[in-house]
């Protein structure tokens, strides 16, 4: 398994791209403004998108993929999000006031788009790919995702705050060999950080020290122009984990 960063800023601008991640060929990890860098032929090619929420920086791009590619698939794009997250979508992007709904066009047993109901600890298994939903705490409803390929898993948090429910499952992954984890606030802005229910510098340490097993640590949805102070405290307070920052482009080998 094979995953490839195709965006991980909290904003854009210049090379910035919002949230997402292309496992192998066919499935998306959040559809952020990265998506819209891949190939209409990688486009064509993806069958799955799993979305952590419901905020437009983690979904910006899904109604565009489907209108893109919809006609040109024989098959549906499957949308993998929790109940709550599916019905924001409904209301609000795929409601024929935003978006068109793509899950009844052409029509409804032929459809472009097709919503999945997934819930926390619900394993979907995609040949040899297993993908769990993984608890989050943030201001909409949220998860996490595990990608496990047997050899090796991937936890990536989401947005999240403080979340002991995420390292009690993480704890129990043998294989776990990367954790991909936000922090989008340096420690000056720590309550908007608590207001936002996103992590900051000083409580991702706090975080990070409720891990058991070794793993390799990356830090995404960096704000635009705040990235330079956030690593530094970052690399200052949670020097024990050896913290790297994402980049696009980065490829995780499972």
Not at 230 to 251: D, K, Q, S, W
Request: hydrophobic share 45%; charged share 20%; net charge negative.
């Amino acid at each position: 398994m094979l995953v490839r960063i195709l965006g991980c800023s909290g904003g854009i601008g210049g090379n910035l791209r919002t949230t997402s991640m292309l496992v192998d060929h066919d499935v998306l990890i959040d559809a952020g403004t990265g998506v819209g860098d891949l190939s209409l032929t990688e486009l064509q090619l993806i069958d799955h998108v799993f979305i952590t929420h419901s905020h437009l920086d983690h979904i910006a791009m899904l109604p565009f993929l489907v209108d893109t590619v919809g006609g040109m698939r024989s098959k549906p794009i499957l949308v993998y999000a929790t109940a709550a997250t599916l019905a924001i979508l409904r209301e609000h992007i795929f409601n024929w006031k935003i978006w068109p709904d793509f899950s009844k066009i052409p029509d409804e047993h032929n459809p472009m788009l097709r919503f999945c109901e997934v819930s926390e600890g619900e394993v979907v298994t995609l040949g040899q790919r297993r993908i769990t939903p993984l608890p989050a705490n943030h201001t909409v409803p949220a998860v996490g995702y595990w990608l496990d390929s047997g050899a090796a898993s991937l936890v990536f948090t989401g947005d999240t705050t403080t979340c002991d429910e995420l390292w009690a499952v993480a704890n129990r992954i043998e294989n776990l060999r990367y954790i991909i984890i936000e922090t989008a606030f340096h420690n000056g802005e720590e309550q908007l950080a608590i207001a936002s229910k996103h992590l900051w510098p000083d409580q991702l340490t706090v975080e990070l020290g409720k891990l058991q097993r070794k793993a390799r640590v990356y830090i995404t949805h960096l704000k635009p122009g705040e990235g330079a102070i956030t690593m530094a405290e970052i690399e200052e307070c949670a020097e024990a984990f050896n913290p790297r920052m994402l980049a696009n482009g980065h490829v995780f080998k499972l």
